[in-house]
């Protein structure tokens, strides 16, 4: 699919990976008339986007949502053909051996703040959160992203949330975005998310994740797309293939993750990955009717989140069953077995006995799931530096971990390479 046969051995830019950020600046070059190549060493396009059609499952690679209120995706993205389903806002809670709903705290915290009667909520954290809201309804994401920065769990802290709250909530549910139970990434990031679940939704596209990656593709004409070809080296003006071939190129821009882009064209700057473990089940009969995310509110336990990606989208198990997503973002080195043994036995405890029947789809074990983001940054285009000789780096690695960050990433890219090759070819 989408991969053309092109025989032209020269081009103004190629473009060294077929993943958001690498399909935005093909995007954004085909708009403006660049002579490019879209090289990518996958049989498909997405990159860590990417859904498996499974016996009539939908097996996303790991557990995504677009969060609708996305800028960028709201500007590049046509969400009615990708016929978006939202998750219900709000979470479930899994507290000890009972479970509580907690009502959209992000959205509707007045409603959650009347709402909410459970063990681990108090006053304060809702007070907070609505402070919180108010704080980011008063600033642009661009001036989030200059805001002060610290770990998030120390900016947490700071605004004294109780340690209840954190703990079964505010970590569970962030940690689940960063796949970061520790809470570590940048306040920036967090502020940003934030803002993104209170003017938005969290959906699902009917097809599965990856019809995202493959809704850019598609308008990308496929003789500009190479896939099943790796990249091994880099010069200026020169690609090297594995089959020992190379292409010819003014500017080359490398949109792979951060490890590949290491491996193309060594720089020093190595960053740190986080690493996910996504568990599927098949099931007749669904532990909950709900199209809600589904949270471990408790300290142990490797279990952070569940979902049915069934209940959002029909479309995502066979009729008369249901597909069950479970996430691990807790280090383990249980084997797959074991790892689905110990889930199973958790799970016991929040859903009955029937988990024992749930049928094991596929284990996804995501290294290199997203980059380890400390310290984050929102450049413009006037901050792109090449890092070669015409040579230019765009990916989620090179913004901020998310959709919204691999796609701007990949258009701001394309934007310096084009006043790049204007100004000095
Ligand atoms: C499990 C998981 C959950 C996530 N959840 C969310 C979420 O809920 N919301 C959200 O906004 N974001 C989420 N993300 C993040 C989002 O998916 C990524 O930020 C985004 O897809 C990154 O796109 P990219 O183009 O930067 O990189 P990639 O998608 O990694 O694309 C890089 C491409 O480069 C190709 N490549 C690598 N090396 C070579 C080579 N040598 N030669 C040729 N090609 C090469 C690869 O095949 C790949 O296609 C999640 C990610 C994961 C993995």
């Given at each position: 699919?989408?991969?053309?046969?092109?025989?032209?051995?020269?081009?103004?830019?190629?473009?060294?990976?077929?993943?958001?950020?690498?399909?935005?600046?093909?995007?954004?070059?085909?708009?403006?008339?660049?002579?490019?190549?879209?090289?990518?060493?996958?049989?498909?396009?997405?990159?860590?986007?990417?859904?498996?059609?499974?016996?009539?499952?939908?097996?996303?690679?790991?557990?995504?949502?677009?969060?609708?209120?996305?800028?960028?995706?709201?500007?590049?993205?046509?969400?009615?053909?990708?016929?978006?389903?939202?998750?219900?806002?709000?979470?479930?809670?899994?507290?000890?051996?009972?479970?509580?709903?907690?009502?959209?705290?992000?959205?509707?915290p007045?409603?959650?703040v009347?709402?909410?009667?459970?063990?681990?909520?108090?006053?304060?954290?809702m007070v907070k959160i609505i402070a919180l809201r108010n704080?980011?309804?008063?600033?642009?994401?661009?001036?989030?992203?200059?805001?002060?920065?610290?770990?998030?769990?120390?900016?947490?802290?700071?605004?004294?949330?109780?340690?209840?709250?954190?703990?079964?909530?505010?970590?569970?549910?962030?940690?689940?975005?960063?796949?970061?139970?520790?809470?570590?990434?940048?306040?920036?990031?967090?502020?940003?998310?934030?803002?993104?679940?209170?003017?938005?939704?969290?959906?699902?596209?009917?097809?599965?994740?990856?019809?995202?990656?493959?809704?850019?593709?598609?308008?990308?004409?496929?003789?500009?797309?190479?896939?099943?070809?790796?990249?091994?080296?880099?010069?200026?003006?020169?690609?090297?293939?594995?089959?020992?071939?190379?292409?010819?190129?003014?500017?080359?821009?490398?949109?792979?993750?951060?490890?590949?882009?290491?491996?193309?064209?060594?720089?020093?700057?190595?960053?740190?990955?986080?690493?996910?473990?996504?568990?599927?089940?098949?099931?007749?009969?669904?532990?909950?009717?709900?199209?809600?995310?589904?949270?471990?509110?408790?300290?142990?336990?490797?279990?952070?989140?569940?979902?049915?990606?069934?209940?959002?989208?029909?479309?995502?198990?066979?009729?008369?069953?249901?597909?069950?997503?479970?996430?691990?973002?807790?280090?383990?080195?249980?084997?797959?077995?074991?790892?689905?043994?110990?889930?199973?036995?958790?799970?016991?405890?929040?859903?009955?006995?029937?988990?024992?029947?749930?049928?094991?789809?596929?284990?996804?074990?995501?290294?290199?799931?997203?980059?380890?983001?400390?310290?984050?940054?929102?450049?413009?285009?006037?901050?792109?530096?090449?890092?070669?000789?015409?040579?230019?780096?765009?990916?989620?690695?090179?913004?901020?971990?998310?959709?919204?960050?691999?796609?701007?990433?990949?258009?701001?890219?394309?934007?310096?390479?084009?006043?790049?090759?204007?100004?000095?070819?």
């Open positions: 699919m989408f991969s053309g046969n092109s025989t032209k051995n020269e081009y103004d830019v190629i473009i060294i990976g077929a993943g958001l950020a690498g399909l935005s600046a093909a995007k954004k070059f085909l708009n403006e008339g660049i002579d490019f190549l879209l090289i990518d060493a996958s049989s498909s396009v997405g990159g860590r986007m990417k859904t498996d059609y499974i016996k009539e499952y939908q097996l996303d690679r790991g557990f995504q949502v677009l969060l609708t209120s996305y800028p960028e995706a709201q500007n590049a993205l046509d969400y009615s053909a990708l016929k978006l389903k939202s998750f219900d806002p709000g979470a479930i809670v899994q507290y000890g051996y009972k479970t509580y709903k907690l009502s959209d705290p992000f959205r509707k007045i409603t959650a009347r709402n909410f009667r459970n063990p681990f909520t108090a006053m304060s954290d704080r980011h309804r008063r600033f642009s994401v661009k001036e989030l992203f200059n805001e002060k920065e610290q770990a998030t769990i120390d900016y947490l802290k700071e605004w004294n949330f109780t340690d209840k709250f954190i703990q079964s909530f505010l970590k569970p549910f962030l940690g689940g975005v960063f796949l970061d139970s520790e809470l570590k990434v940048s306040s920036r990031f967090m502020e940003f998310v934030f803002k993104m679940f209170s003017q938005g939704y969290a959906s699902l596209p009917e097809k599965g994740i990856q019809e995202i990656p493959n809704q850019l593709a598609k308008q990308i004409p496929k003789e500009k797309i190479k896939l099943n070809t790796k990249v091994i080296n880099i010069e200026p003006n020169n690609v090297m293939l594995a089959d020992g071939s190379s292409i010819k190129t003014k500017a080359i821009v490398i949109a792979t993750n951060s490890v590949d882009a290491n491996k193309i064209y060594p720089c020093n700057n190595k960053i740190e990955t986080q690493t996910v473990k996504c568990i599927y089940f098949s099931t007749e009969k669904a532990p909950f009717k709900t199209a809600s995310l589904y949270l471990n509110g408790n300290v142990s336990g490797l279990v952070n989140n569940v979902c049915i990606p069934s209940n959002v989208h029909r479309a995502y198990a066979p009729k008369n069953k249901h597909l069950i997503s479970v996430s691990v973002i807790k280090p383990t080195q249980l084997s797959d077995l074991e790892l689905v043994m110990a889930v199973r036995s958790e799970l016991k405890v929040w859903f009955g006995a029937d988990v024992e029947d749930w049928l094991h789809l596929r284990t996804y074990n995501i290294e290199n799931a997203l980059p380890k983001f400390e310290t984050i940054s929102y450049p413009e285009v006037k901050d792109i530096k090449p890092i070669g000789n015409k040579i230019f780096k765009c990916g989620d690695y090179t913004h901020d971990p998310s959709i919204n960050g691999a796609m701007r990433s990949g258009r701001l890219i394309a934007e310096a390479v084009i006043w790049d090759l204007s100004v000095k070819i």
